[in-house]
Every structure is written in structure tokens, then in C-alpha cells.
């Protein structure tokens, strides 16, 4: 209700510049029906993921990064009650700005002012593909990372123990109203950059502008709140941008050049096989994603980089979650790089390791279709045994992919999965 307030109190009290002549074509927001698959796909990757995800590793860990304790020591409020009131003000910042695209702009101006329901509905299509980006970052960083928000204490009696407190206060990265609310001003931003909806000049400037210091407000007042760290904002921050401006430029509004040097592909599989711990193997289901994206140069040699990440659950509620991102060169399909894997193990207890080692790497490529190896070599500092994993990815079809993977995770456990889904190539 609060929000619905806010915003219409935004809209009335918003100037009325003078509609363009010429109206905007919804011809000029590039959507096909990959943008509307693509978008489903991606609400059903939300619910699935929620399911799987269900709370943040119970440990959790709480750390300042560079730059973090300064804006601890001096920005955060002292007191209970005005950190409460500095969090309600964020709430209705961050509120509006989640309406203001579709309300502000997709129904006032496209559908009412404008009476284009051809440009109202491609630029809702466009909304809720950022949107569920935005959503799948918040959720999977929220719920694997497990970092504990500044003002969490630990459980009496331990120095890191944050299993006896809530879930919430193990969710602090990424900051989900940062994210959010520069995801919104993002698209805000998008609409009235491209598509003129205010006529040009300086009214869509001022809209994109008014926008982004509203999403400022939001994502800076996280810090003095007490609910998250700088860090965590500047992470919210970061993707919400992406979600909400730079993947709408490049899906809907970049020129469509051939680009021969740049290519990849976001894939998401449904994933079964065989997880064992302990000596004891089960069946396990779950999700994985892998994103890569490769820039060619001259003579064969290109840089890549990418990250995977996946989730198995069996049925005695033994979990295993893993977030890897890498970074590599190649040279006429073979390639090496550097791999972060980031991984949570949930037993009895939950155990979480943070490894850095070497990914090697052979494809097979046409436009349509592809095989690649990867090998990825992680060495433990403690004296086990070095963890490997072998994974082939086989694009099927254009739209169509999946993968079998083998890996060796924590003390000789290992898993053995076979994924199917579809990709989004560009």
C-alpha cells in the first residue's frame, strides 16, 4: 500500500512535458519470442531456486572487505529506533522505484498518454526480463553466501556462530534494495534514453537523473540502518545497473552488426545423479547455470571468462552448492585459465571452503551446435587430496544444451550429474 502511495503521489506530482510528435514504434524495443521464453524460463528458475535455496548457510560468515569498517565505524546509528527509521525510509524509496517503470512510464505514458499498446507491451516484456535477473542475483547471492549483516551478533558463547540467529541475518550480500532499486532506475533510465517517452531532451534526462539519485538515497541508507556493508550495496548496485540498462541496450536496442569476435551464451539445466558423502551415495536432483562470454582476436587467440554454479539436494536433505567463476585464454579451441570455487556442504553441519586453482579447457564449435571439455584443478592447502572436476557441455541445438560432470568435493566426495536444459546464445 505504502508503495502504491508513494508512487502515485510521484505521477501526480511529476511534470507533464509535451509528448513528441512523433510517437515512439514499439518496432524500436527488439523483442522476440526468445525474450518471452527466455523470460518465463527465468521465473521458473526463481521458484525452483527458492525451493532449493531455502536458507543461507546456517554458520554464516561475517567479514569486512576493503573499504567496508570505515562507513561501520562512522555511518551506522547507534540506537535501535533510528536504524528502524532509516530502513522505513529506504523501504519507500526503493518501492517507488519498483513501480515507477511499470507505472510511471509503461502504463501513464506509453498505454494512457501515448495509446500504444504495441510500445506498452514490449516494454513490459523488456521490464520483467530485467526484473527476473535482478530477482535470480538477489536470491542465489542471498542464499548461498551466507554473510552476516553488521549488526548480528554472534550466538552466546561462540566467536562465529550465527546458526542459533535468523535467517535473515545471514543474507547480507548482495544488498537486495540496492539491487533492486538501481535495477528500476535502470530501466527508467533505458526507456527514457531510447525511446524518448517525454518527447527527448531534457525532460527524459531529468526522469533517468531524478531516477538514479532516488536509487542512490535507497542503496546508500542500507549502510546506516545497519543492514548491510558498503560492499554489499556496491554488489547490488553493479547488477541492478546490468539487469536494468546495459542487458536492455544490448538485447533490444544495440545495433545488430555482426560481430564475429564476440560470442556466448547463458545456459540453465535441470540436474540429476548421484551425490556422495561419506561413503554413502544417494540420488540427488537440482539446478545448474553456466554463463561464459568469449571475445576473439586476430590469429586465433581470444580471452573468456564465465562462472558456474549449481545446487544438488538428495532426499535425506544433504545439500551441496557451488559458485565458480573463471577466467581464461585460448588459442584455436584450447584454452587455461583461473578458476574461484566457492562451494557449501550441508550434512550434519555445514562446511564451506573457498578454493582458487586451474581450468583447462578443448572445444568443438559451429553456430548451432558444440562439445566442450573442461577440466578444473583445485589444490588444498590443508594436505587432502587436490579436488578435480571434469564436466563436457554439449550445445544440442541453438536453444538446447546440457552437460555431464564429474567432481571430487571434500574429502574424496564426489558427484556424478547429468544436466538438461536450454541456453540464450549471443
Known amino acids: 500500500m505504502r508503495a502504491a502511495l508513494l508512487t502515485l503521489a510521484v505521477a501526480a506530482l511529476a511534470p507533464r512535458p509535451a509528448l513528441a510528435s512523433t510517437q515512439t514504434s514499439s518496432a524500436s524495443i527488439d523483442i522476440t519470442a526468445v525474450d518471452v521464453g527466455a523470460t518465463i524460463g527465468l521465473a521458473a528458475a526463481l521458484g525452483a531456486l527458492a525451493g532449493l535455496f531455502r536458507s543461507p548457510p546456517p554458520n554464516g560468515w561475517k567479514h569486512s572487505l576493503p573499504g567496508d569498517q570505515p562507513f561501520l565505524d562512522h555511518a551506522t546509528a547507534t540506537d535501535r529506533a533510528t536504524r528502524d527509521t532509516i530502513s522505513d525510509v529506504s523501504d519507500y524509496l526503493q518501492d517507488g522505484l519498483i513501480l515507477s517503470p511499470f507505472v510511471v512510464d509503461v502504463g501513464a505514458t506509453a498505454l494512457l498518454a501515448r495509446g500504444d499498446l504495441g510500445l506498452a507491451g514490449s516494454m513490459l516484456m523488456m521490464d520483467l526480463e530485467a526484473v527476473a535477473v535482478a530477482g535470480l542475483f538477489t536470491l542465489i547471492t542471498k542464499q548461498t553466501v551466507g554473510r552476516v549483516r553488521p549488526i548480528a551478533d554472534p550466538c552466546p558463547g561462540t566467536g562465529d556462530d550465527y546458526s542459533c540467529r535468523s535467517s535473515s541475518s545471514r543474507r547480507s550480500f548482495a544488498s537486495g534494495h540496492s539491487t533492486a532499486a538501481f535495477a528500476s532506475a535502470g530501466l527508467v533510465c533505458a526507456h527514457h534514453d531510447f525511446l524518448d517517452l517525454w518527447g527527448g531532451g531534457a525532460a527524459d534526462d531529468a526522469a533517468c537523473a531524478t531516477a538514479l539519485g532516488l536509487a542512490m538515497g535507497s542503496a546508500i541508507l542500507r549502510v546506516p540502518s545497519g543492514r548491510h556493508y558498503v560492499s554489499d550495496v556496491l554488489g547490488g548496485a553493479i547488477a541492478g545497473l546490468f539487469a536494468g540498462y546495459v542487458m536492455p541496450y544490448l538485447l533490444h536496442f544495440a545495433p545488430r552488426e555482426p560481430r564475429p569476435g564476440v560470442d556466448g551464451a547463458l545456459a540453465l539445466h535441470g540436474v ?106 583445485l589444490p588444498l592447502v590443508d594436505g587432502d587430496s587436490d579436488d578435480f572436476t571434469a564436466r563436457v557441455d554439449v550445445a544440442l541445438l541453438r536453444y538446447a544444451s546440457g552437460f555431464v560432470e564429474v567432481a571430487t568435493t571434500f574429502d574424496d566426495d564426489h558427484t556424478a550429474t547429468l544436466g538438461l536444459g536450454g541456453r540464450l546464445p549471443w
Open 272 to 377: 540429476a545423479g548421484a551425490l556422495t558423502t561419506r561413503g554413502d551415495t544417494a540420488f540427488a536432483g537440482g539446478l545448474d547455470a553456466a554463463l561464459e562470454h568469449q571475445h576473439a582476436f586476430d590469429a586465433g587467440f581470444a580471452v573468456a571468462l564465465g562462472a558456474n554454479a549449481a545446487a544438488l539436494v538428495d532426499p535425506d536433505g544433504t545439500s551441496f552448492r557451488r559458485i565458480a567463476p573463471w577466467l581464461g585464454a585460448r588459442v584455436a579451441g584450447v584454452g587455461a585459465g583461473v578458476v574461484l570455487d566457492y562451494r557449501t556442504r550441508l550434512i550434519d553441519a555445514p562446511e564451506t571452503e573457498l578454493l582458487v586453482g586451474a581450468r583447462l579447457t578443448a572445444a568443438w564449435r559451429r553456430p548451432e551446435h558444440g562439445v566442450q571439455l573442461a577440466v578444473t584443478w
